[in-house]
Structure formats: structure tokens, C-alpha cells
């Protein structure tokens, strides 16, 4: 049943505001704030500051106790916003950047939350408020109507939505809208787009459209930017922070013997917590949270067996203990091909963008509805062409070129959210599979909904070498971006004039020049891992500054502890192939067994201290999200140089 036509916000309005103390004065003293558009609001409010990691071992309606509790500044405590009786929040740009975890939106709905206001509202972050019944928008002229007392019609919440997601929002949520769409009560809108030259992106999107759910009948001839349709999903998987989250919406929504729709398509994945242990901080261990934590692993691989998935769970070995694979490791080494779409819970899913498929991360709502139906709603994206050419200087790779674009202003005021990064030119094509997976999965660091490139001879070589498949059958998958299609913008990169990169703390798109760093800046940790950052071309990297290290007779600077964790099994079986665990070990790196760990606050390589240093090979540096300490974004080259100087460094000043 349809949601009534108009919404009153009687609760009080909530200024996230960059003055701490006019922030602690709503939350703690009751003062409410008239409308300011002067005021100076909070940008970048990432979805682990609403969230934070270990808020997420929940998934239930306990988590509104935790909403805000990350926000910088240290301001909103235990219970501030669900016991301040609020019923909008209004910050600045961005909102909601960062990780797909939908916890963050449902963590302010179930506070009394039921308007989000800010400047711009971030993809994921977004669609996942839409699917829940979270209100969004970007006019702050409601306000003053909202001061009032005033209805506010429920079409000023549907506007510019396209109409998939404006019947979602008129319905109260994914759910209903779905039982509304069986029953035949609403219908998804033809596409009617007439055949023109289509990006990339686009042509993926066209031959996996869902024209019909009920007859499995799959394809249009084109699309267009804000076409609104469901996309019929090739590989779906969850991992062990969402998956229990989404199985409970799943069996409230479709029933307790709901089963998944074509299980040999879905995945999950143990790669997230599995060295928590090693890092909880007492208080969390007091608090109960180990207990709350594992569980999660358990409710997981129960619905993993219940359904039938297949499930990559942890294994013990000469490092030790670990996960079989990230799972975005593992989706390019085992799962996905070239021309499919990908839907995982997780924001960096976009990785398998370097197959030259469609990736994006969503949501518990989406995915566990994505179980039962294998499609996932999507309106089709603007691509913005970013052409690479010449090479990359000896000292300088993909991560470089990943944080000089995201410091482009085109992406640093929010223009880039919801688009699509397609990844092209001789530039491009010149990278291997590995840095071509950098560029892709950073894309999200935009604000993008995914990054893509197509696939070539690279790709198909490689999955025949992998995986043994017919180099015949992977070239006929391959899709290229039409001559004459149309993009909103375009970047041209000659990579022969970028320079070793930093991101200073905070926000991935503060890259910066190394060499305009100015100031020494001492280091406490240096990792190099996660997803991004744990690939084999990586620890070629990371060996390549170690082996001159050694050979020197150098090793770790004292006072620095070095990590290095793999991204895969198959990663760390490269490495020892090829010699580099004993380099990594004699530089006195510590290794670590494939898991998201430290980029998530959740293993070996997380500060522990407010005033420790990292220089990180991760892809975010959001306030909190490796730990209480500095993060700057590095390529593994400077997080190895590091690591030996003892302060960031690039590889040619050792």
C-alpha cells in the first residue's frame, strides 16, 4: 500500500554543524537552530562515521543507539540521536560517502529520523535510504516549510527521481514497492530509447535489462542516461558484516522458507572480521561486541548451507590463519567474466570493473531482494570518460593516477557522484590487470556508481591462464564503448606527467604532489593490503623497495611496524613463489593471511592511538576508518619507501 500523499516533520531539526559546541548545544541541551544558510555544515559525512565499524556487528533496531556515534569531533555519544527527538538531519556536500553499509540510513531512520536533508546525497548511500523509507533531499528552502509545521507533499521527495525509485519512495521502500510489482499493481516503465552509439556501460546495461520478470525475458536494443529499469544481476554475493542483516529483511519480507533464486550465482564471503580478535579494543570486549561479532560469521554460514550458496570461508596455513580471499580478489580470480553485471555489498565491488563488467555495490535491502528476484533496479548513469595516454614513469602507478583524479574539483564538489569512470586509451590498455583493478575499484572514492574498463587480449589472457576458459568464447563476451557516445565529461591524462601522489587524512580526494608534502611527516604503521592494495602486482611492488632495502642492508625503520597482508590466497601462493615472502620477512614486514583488516578498522595494521601515524596502500581514509590515527594514501611503492625512512617517502629518496 502506497504511503500517504504528504509527510509532517514534527520532531526537531538537527544542524550537523562544524561548530562542536553548537552541535553539542542541540544534542545535549535542547536548543534548536532557526535556518542559516550561512552556517558552516559538515561535509563528507562518511557512512563510517554514521556507522562505525564496530556499530555494524549489529542489525537490528539496536543500531539507533550507535547512529552519529563516529561523526568527528567525538560530539554525539550512545542514544544522543534517538533520544533527541529529531526527525530531520541537515549537513553539507556529500552525504553519506564511503561504504555501502545500509546500517548507516537505518540507523537514523529507527533513531525517529525521516528526512535527510544535505547539499548532495551520495549514490549507495541514497538508493539505500529510498529502499528503507528514509526521505531524502537537497532543497533546503523545506526548512523554513518544515519550521512551520507545514505538510510537505510527497512528490517534493519524488522529484528528479526517475520512476523506479519515485514509486519506491511512494510505496515506503523496496519491499513493498517489489509485492506491489508481483501483484501487478505498479510496473517498472518500458524503455523506448531509440538505437544510438552507447558508452560502455550502457551496452552492458541494455543486454541485461529485465523486460519482463515473469517471463525471464531479458534485453533492449539501447538505453540512455536516466532510463530506469531492473538489470538481471550474473553474479550476486554478500559478505559477513551484511549477509545476516540481509537474510533476516529477506525472510521478513519473502517468508522463513524463502529460498534464493538460482544459488549457483550467489556467493558469501568471511573476509571482513576474521582478525577482529587480534585488534578489539577492551572497551568493545567489555561492551559485549566480541560475542556479537562472531556471531555474525555463524548466521552467515547457516545461510550459506541453508540456501546452498557457495561460501569462502577461513583457512590455516604457513602464515597462519586467514580468509581464503577478499572478495573482490576472488570475483576477478574465479567469478566474473567480461560483459556481465556484478552486485555485491560492498561499495568497492566496482573492482571487477577491470573484467569490463558492470560492478556496483548496494545495500542489505537491494541484495536480499536481489535473492529472490536476480534483478537489481538501476538508472542507467551518465559515464564520465577518463582517456589515459603514455606511460607511467619508473616510481609512479595506478594508485598515483587514482589520487591525482580524485583531487580534480570535478569530483572534489560532488559532480562526479552516480556517474560511471570508463577507463580508456593506449594509457590504459598499456597497465596490467592488477592497476587497471585500482583504477576501477577507487572509482566509488568519486562518488561514482562504479568504474569500468573494456576488456582486451590482457583480460582474456588472463582468464585463460586462471581459470582455463576458451579464448574464443571470453573475446565474444568483450564489450567496447560505441564510436560517438555521449559523456558528461572527460579527463585527459598523459601518464607520463604524473608524480607520486598523497592523500592527506580525512578524504581521498585530498590527493596532493609527495614532493609538495612539505613538512617531514613521521609514520607509526605502514600497510600495505586490502582489496586495492594486496594484489600480485602490488607485492611486486612492495618487494621490488624491499629487495633494494635488504640488499643495502636496511631493513624497517625502528618504531614502524610493517604489514603486509594478502588479498587472496592465490596472491600469497605469487609471493611465494617468487621469493618475496623471505624479503618481506627478512625487511621485517609482518604478513598477514588475506581479510579486509585494517581498512576497516578490523586487523593488524589499525592505529591504536590518536596520534599514530599511518601511510596506508588502502582505498579511504575517512575519519576513524582504520582506527583513531592519521591515515594518508599511498601507492605500495611509498608505503614501502616509508616504511624504511621511517617517514613518508617516495622509493627514490632511499
Known sequence: MPRPASVRFTGRVLYLTEDPALLKAQLHDGVRLDDDPSRALIDNISTDEITPGWVCYYYDETLAEYAMVGLRGGVVGRGDLKNGGFSVIVSGRSKGCGSSRETAPYSELKSGVGLVIAKNIEKIYGQNAQNIGLLTSTDFGLLPRIARGEEIALDEFTRGLDPISADIVRYGGLFEYSKARAAGEVSP???????????????IIAAHAVTDLATDQVGVPAVAPGDALFVRADVRFSHEYVTPMADALFRGAFGDDAKVTDAASVYTFRDHLTFLDDVMPEQHVKMGLKDVARRLAVVQENFAQAQGVRHYGEVQNKVGRGSQAICHNAVIEDLALPGQVVAGTDSHTCMAGALGCFAFGVGSTDMANAWYTRDIRVRVPESVRVELTGALRPGVSAKDVMLYLLSQEYFKDGRGIGKV?????????SLSLDER????????EAGGFTGIQAADEVVVQYLVEKRGLDAEGLRARCVEADPGAKYHHRFDIDLSTLVPMVATPGDPRNGIPLASLGE?????VAYGGSCTGGKKADMDMYASVLKRAVDAGQKVAPGVKLFIQFGSQDIRAYAESRGYIDVFERAGAELINPSCGACIRAGPGVSMRADEVTVSAINRNFPGRSGPGKVYLASPLVVAASAIAGHIVSPDAL
Open 189 to 203: 516503465p518500458s524503455i523506448a530509447t531509440a538505437p544510438g552509439p552507447m558508452t560502455l556501460a550502457e551496452k
Open 421 to 429: 569512470l570508463e577507463f580508456a586509451g593506449p594509457g590504459a590498455r
Open 437 to 444: 583493478a585500482t583504477l576501477t575499484n577507487m572509482s566509488v
Open 520 to 524: 617531514t611527516v613521521k609514520i607509526d
